[in-house]
T-cell receptor, first 111, second 113 residues
Framework: SQQGEEDPQALSIQEGENATMNCSYKTSINNLQWYRQNSGRGLVHLILIRSNEREKHSGRLRVTLDTSKKSSSLLITASRAADTASYFCATDAWGAQKLVFGQGTRLTINP | DVKVTQSSRYLVKRTGEKVFLECVQDMDHENMFWYRQDPGLGLRLIYFSYDVKMKEKGDIPEGYSVSREKKERFSLILESASTNQTSMYLC????????????FGPGTRLTVT
């Protein structure tokens, strides 16, 4: 069963614009993570936000978490062609020793 | 930098063959994981391991087994490969306990014909 679900499934924007992706999950979590995957490669960790945090920044990335709505968003500002990739959220439910990944959002940045 | 390596980037096997996928990490991580990734289904956990000789079933363990004889190495075994096991296989490792980030290998694209 999928814990995290991303929305939209695919997103195409112009270089320089901001990109926003959303993630919803079903059960209480300890933390939520976002990963990036370039085509045909492994995943790379981007950012982690704990359940007691509401917002976190890392460079051009901003993540928000709303535990009352069981949702998170990832904002990439001033997008670049190199940001073209799939983005996944992952959650670890309390008491679980594993991450559960969503199906991902495929982001395309057009030059 | 943490490095997770997988034995092959691409692999083609025949139905019924026994297949070994190897994963090695160099950061002394306790936890190691095997996922498969299919279009529209995201990443699904096959097996994971907390420690040497320890293993736990993930969400889709059927048709697979694992081996962890050394801390740095985690092997995924397809006892008798079938066409529905054609997929991208990803290995990952992390420190204990969660919620530490997972470090992924580059993946092995397995085709079973």
């Amino acid at each position: 069963s999928q814990q995290g679900e991303e929305d939209p499934q695919a997103l195409s924007i112009q270089e320089g614009e901001n990109a926003t992706m959303n993630c919803s999950y079903k059960t209480s979590i300890n933390n939520l993570q976002w990963y990036r995957q370039n085509s045909g490669r492994g995943l790379v960790h981007l950012i982690l936000i704990r359940s007691n945090e509401r917002e976190k920044h890392s460079g051009r990335l901003r993540v928000t978490l709303d535990t009352s709505k069981k949702s998170s968003s990832l904002l990439i500002t001033a997008s670049r062609a190199a940001d073209t990739a799939s983005y996944f959220c992952a959650t670890d439910a309390w008491g679980a020793q594993k991450l559960v990944f969503g199906q991902g959002t495929r982001l395309t940045i057009n030059p | 930098d943490v490095k997770v390596t997988q034995s092959s980037r691409y692999l083609v096997k025949r139905t019924g063959e026994k297949v070994f996928l190897e994963c090695v990490q160099d950061m002394d991580h306790e936890n190691m994981f095997w996922y498969r990734q299919d279009p529209g289904l995201g990443l699904r956990l096959i097996y994971f391991s907390y420690d040497v000789k320890m293993k736990e079933k993930g969400d889709i363990p059927e048709g697979y087994s694992v081996s962890r004889e050394k801390k740095e190495r985690f092997s995924l075994i397809l006892e008798s490969a079938s066409t529905n096991q054609t997929s991208m296989y990803l290995c990952a490792s992390s420190s204990r306990p969660l919620p530490y980030e997972q470090y992924f290998g580059p993946g092995t694209r397995l085709t079973v014909t």
